[in-house]
């Protein structure tokens, strides 16, 4: 079973504070990683993507990629409030015709 | 910006009814798929259509669902005889490319069977 891993959380931390997600994915062939933002009742929204290894920088968030070690993550500087939200990871596996698989995500939670 | 709309946005059955659920993609992405979430659950893949066929389903696809793309804009799931473990979201999602595209999802249907 392919998986994508995710600390469930909540992670709580302060306003102006960077916030640190971590997932796992075990598909050594897949080539693309994307990270969505989810509201409570409502549908995922793609914030990043990020295709090679190192980091990728937009706004105020940051993905880093590791292939060899199969763990990406998403930083977001100067977390605010609205940042509150559950974050998921997501990733295409070849097998499967290249369908998303998503993690559980992570619950986030700014306090002012 | 382009998007991707669904409706209805809720839609409440009896059990054993049929359920049509519409998505309109973006409309110059090639591929398509339905993914629900169970309330507190994770985002889970139902199905992938490309070129006017599935390509490939999930085991939770069984022969109660079904997909259409009955013309050049809407894509359908219908859901022959709802069952109370089928009360989820459902997500229409679309990609441009299948390789490295972005999946891009509706806002859902909610649907709750009673």
């Known amino acids: 079973q392919k998986e994508v891993e995710q600390n469930s959380g909540p992670l709580s931390v302060p306003e102006g504070a960077i916030a640190s997600l971590n997932c796992t994915y075990s598909d050594r062939g897949s080539q693309s990683f994307f990270w969505y933002r989810q509201y409570s009742g409502k549908s995922p929204e793609l914030i990043m993507s990020i295709y090679s290894n190192g980091d990728k920088e937009d706004g105020r968030f940051t993905a880093q990629l590791n292939k060899a070690s199969q763990y990406v993550s998403l930083l977001i500087r100067d977390s605010q409030p609205s940042d509150s939200a559950t974050y998921l990871c997501a990733v295409p596996y070849m097998e499967y015709g290249n369908k998303l698989v998503f993690g559980a995500g992570t619950i986030l939670r700014v306090k002012s | 910006e382009p998007e991707v709309t669904q409706t209805p946005s809720h839609q409440v059955t009896q059990m054993g009814q049929e359920v049509i659920l519409r998505c309109v993609p973006i409309s110059n992405h090639l591929y398509f798929y339905w993914y629900r979430q169970i309330l507190g659950q994770k985002v889970e893949f139902l199905v992938s259509f490309y070129n006017n066929e599935i390509s490939e389903k999930s085991e939770i696809f069984d022969d109660q669902f079904s997909v259409e793309r009955p013309d050049g804009s809407n894509f359908t799931l219908k859901i022959r005889s709802t069952k109370l473990e089928d009360s989820a979201m459902y997500f229409c999602?679309?990609?441009?490319?299948?390789?490295?595209?972005?999946?891009?999802f509706g806002e859902g249907s909610r649907l709750t069977v009673l």
């Open positions: 999602a679309s990609k441009a490319r299948v390789l490295t595209g972005e999946l891009f």
